[in-house]
T-cell receptor, first 114, second 112 residues
Framework: DTAVSQTPKYLVTQMGNDKSIKCEQN?????MYWYKQDSKKFLKIMFS???????INETVPNRFSPKSPDKAHLNLHINSLELGDSAVYFC?????????????FGSGTRLTVV | DAKTTQPPSMDCAEGRAANLPCNHS???????VYWYRQIHSQGPQYIIH???NNETNEMASLIITEDRKSSTLILPHATLRDTAVYYC?????????????FGGGTRVLVKP
């Protein structure tokens, strides 16, 4: 199936740990994103990569480090996890430019820090 | 990106048309109107977008006023599965640096 897939779907971890979330898209898109949806349900962009180049970096703690090994993958590594990092993290992809018909989102990774 | 204003919630009867309004009075000439929805616990789903002409696809219709200061998303025959939060977003389409910024959206409840 063509899609944006994230792993894992659920992640429960203790404060202070380091964890990674992986994202892959097979849609041929050239731009990928990470969004965070907190308990109040607001979706906020964190990062965006276009052809492996970082193009959007919102005000996010530097404990969050995205990495894009190729344009089909965008992983998110989080160091020293804090309680406030608990949220649902969504990966998305799109085309840049005139073929930008919208973003395709993954199904989310629910991170719970205890 | 221009801001949008949507009612926080609305109910709709199953089988009837759902008309979701959105105000975007500060929209610029090169900004598109996008609609997404988020069904509970799922990722947001693209519905439709347009610049100034009305648009229709298999999911919905988008009616944009002539002055482009407001638009309406129409779900022609709402089903229970259309219960979701609907987001109206305006943004420039072509630049990679233009992010999709979500507001509070409209929580639509389709009732039997």
């Amino acid at each position: 199936d063509t899609a944006v897939s994230q792993t894992p779907k659920y992640l429960v971890t203790q404060m202070g740990n380091d964890k990674s979330i992986k994202c892959e898209q097979n849609l041929g898109h050239d731009t990928m994103y990470w969004y965070k949806q907190d308990s109040k349900k607001f979706l906020k962009i964190m990062f965006s990569y276009n052809n492996k180049e970082l193009i959007i970096n919102e005000t996010v703690p530097n404990r969050f480090s995205p990495k894009s090994p190729d344009k089909a993958h965008l992983n998110l590594h989080i160091n020293s996890l804090e309680l406030g990092d608990s949220a649902v993290y969504f990966c998305a992809s799109s085309h840049r430019g005139p073929r930008n018909y919208g973003y395709t989102f993954g199904s989310g990774t629910r991170l719970t820090v205890v | 990106d221009a801001k949008t204003t949507q009612p926080p919630s609305m109910d709709c009867a199953e089988g009837r048309a759902a008309n979701l309004p959105c105000n975007h009075s500060t929209i610029s000439g090169n900004e598109y109107v996008y609609w997404y929805r988020q069904i509970h616990s799922q990722g947001p789903q693209y519905i439709i977008h347009g610049l100034k002409n009305n648009e229709t696809n298999e999911m919905a219709s988008l009616i944009i006023t002539e002055d482009r200061k407001s638009s309406t998303l129409i779900l022609p025959h709402a089903t229970l599965r259309d219960t979701a939060v609907y987001y109206c977003i305006v943004r420039v389409s072509s630049a990679a640096g233009n992010k999709l910024t979500f507001g509070g959206g409209t929580r639509v409840l389709v009732k039997p």
